[in-house]
């Protein structure tokens, strides 16, 4: 299995353990307990981290050919993302300026169109993460529903993150 069905397990557990936070789902602390957005965030951390770890296998192995530059740059903007995030929930700081990196996290992956030519399943994966990456950003400044960005999330991990490495599991190509 190729480096990046690691990032699509990985970084799928991280999506899904925010999913169920923002869905009410275990996010109420036990009487005198802490937080479990901070036990959220350590699974956000690590999922930034072995993303990192991936991206710099890709890229210093080659192991996406040509593309090795362009893919670890892409698993890069997303491993950011991700520590980002999970040090915001375990520190409990605001998540506003998490909102603005996921603004630009929804917009930049855009340009990858031409990378994944003839790849439908990336470019509508491209599609979903842009629009959720916005809708997080919507939701850190009060403006989406969290319940709904849980939906999205628990969408997002299901489709674009477990699906795409399942196939990759099963010895297939990413249609």
């Known amino acids: 299995m190729p480096p990046i069905t690691i990032v699509f397990f990985v970084t799928g557990l ?14 109420s602390p036990k009487e005198g307990g802490t937080d ?9 951390l690590a999922a930034g981290v072995v993303d990192f770890l991936q991206a710099f ?12 530059i362009l ?3 892409l698993v890069a903007i997303y491993a950011t993302f991700f520590t980002f995030l999970g040090v915001t929930e375990i520190l409990g700081l605001d ?24 790849g439908w399943m990336f470019r ?5 993460w842009a629009i ?6 919507a939701t850190t400044y009060g403006r989406f529903n969290p319940k709904a960005l849980g939906i999205l999330l628990v969408i997002t991990a299901t489709y674009t993150f477990w699906t795409p490495a399942v196939i990759l599991a099963l010895g297939r190509s990413i249609p």
Do not use: C, H, K, M
């Not at 991280?14 to 996010?27: E, T």
């Open 14 to 27: 991280a999506v899904w353990a925010n999913a169920l936070y923002f869905l009410g789902i275990g996010s």
């Open 36 to 44: 479990p957005l901070r036990a959220v965030g350590w699974v956000t």
């Open 57 to 68: 296998d890709i890229l210093s192995q080659g192991l996406a050919g040509e593309g090795s």
């Open 71 to 73: 893919i670890g740059g």
């Open 95 to 118: 998540l506003r300026p998490l909102g603005n990196v996921a603004f630009a996290v929804a917009l930049v992956p855009l340009f990858y169109w031409n990378v994944f030519a003839g």
């Open 124 to 128: 509508s994966i491209l599609i979903v």
């Open 132 to 137: 959720v990456f916005l809708a997080i950003t």
